[in-house]
């Protein structure tokens, strides 16, 4: 499908849904999709939503409805659109785009199922009781996104072992930057590097802040897990290749576009599997017995004409543990 003709879908599902949907209410489940972002950033993991939708027997259109509300990055609109969605009457509730999504969908609901996909742990930010048991209306897909900050940090290191001050580039305040910041403080301390954060949460403030690193002479950029990064990864990696340093980032499209390097899960296995979650409920199985997956798809990618490119040699054992080399 087109890009132009995927979010025009994507705004006819959102505005003809008081009344399109309504009236298939009564033969097809309908599933709210939950996002912090907006279409045209999050296609890729709404394709990939899709198609977990589509191998376990559901087709939007023929035998499930899907209902949008994007937030387009103004998270204060998360709670009103959760609640709509409760009122709308949906069968489920899809939560991505970060974890003010299914911060807002628990606030609006404790009797819908709720599949979450996120980068944090959801036991320690108390959306389930345990992984194996989740133990209430509650299940989805973790891609280790922010436990691999500090792995990150390490891989730069090998990579870069001259870059002493480390620029990290930090997004939207919530409560998984807080532990992000923790890791990578303690990652840095253990390798003998200093680091300084920067926020940059739109896109106005990411211009300044690489010009910002480039004046206070930062050695190497960290940018951190974010949907905002997510959906910015080339123009990251163009800011980056701009500056003239080594930077890190958990996407893949963020080493493909020329980045140094990306350590991460895919985001699309973690989408496919959500809606595979997402079919089972709708089928009559309970979040609760529904254990919370973690997302194993992790890969390496280091971009090798980049890092000619900053003058670096990248070692020959990181390069056999690479998942993808770039030349």
């Not at 204060?76 to 299914?102: C, E, F, K, W, Y």
């Not at 300044?208 to 004046?215: C, G, K, L, N």
């Amino acid at each position: 499908m087109r890009r132009r003709q995927f979010i025009a879908l994507f705004g006819g599902a959102v505005a003809g849904w008081p009344s399109a949907v309504r009236p298939q209410q009564a033969s097809m489940p309908i599933i709210g999709f939950l996002c912090s972002a907006s279409p045209d950033d999050w296609a890729p993991r709404v394709a990939a939503f899709r198609q977990g939708l589509n191998n376990a027997g559901y087709s939007e259109g023929r035998n499930v409805v899907i209902v949008f509300r994007f937030a387009e990055y103004h998270y204060d609109r998360l709670p009103t659109m959760a609640l709509d969605m409760v009122h709308q009457g949906v069968d489920l509730i899809l939560a991505s785009g970060g974890d003010n999504s299914i911060k807002a969908a628990i606030a609006a609901t404790n009797t819908i199922p709720i599949v979450f996909t996120t980068a944090n742990d959801p036991v320690s930010a108390g959306y389930v009781q345990s992984l194996s048991r989740p133990g209430g209306t509650l299940t989805g897909i973790t891609f280790l996104g922010s436990s691999l900050e500090a792995k990150r940090i390490e891989l730069l290191h090998e990579i870069d072992p001259k870059a002493v001050s480390i620029a990290v580039l930090t997004g939207s305040a919530n409560a998984r930057t807080e532990r992000d910041t923790r890791e990578i403080e303690e990652a840095a301390k253990s390798l003998g590097l200093s680091v300084r954060f920067l926020k940059a949460g739109s896109e106005d403030e990411l211009a300044p802040a690489f010009r910002d690193i480039v004046a206070h002479r930062d050695d190497a950029i960290h940018i951190v897990t974010d949907p905002f990064f997510a959906a910015r990864a080339r123009t990251l990696a163009a800011l980056a290749a701009q500056a003239a340093l080594a930077a890190t980032s958990n996407e893949r499209t963020f080493a493909a576009a020329g980045g140094l390097l990306s350590y991460g899960a895919s985001t699309n296995a973690a989408y496919r599997d959500a809606g595979a979650y997402a079919a089972r409920i709708l089928r009559g199985e309970k979040p609760a017995e529904l254990p919370a997956q973690e997302s194993t798809n992790i890969g390496l990618i280091i971009n090798l004409k980049t890092a000619k490119a900053l003058g670096l040699t990248v070692p020959l054992p990181l390069q056999g543990r690479a998942d993808e080399l770039i030349e």
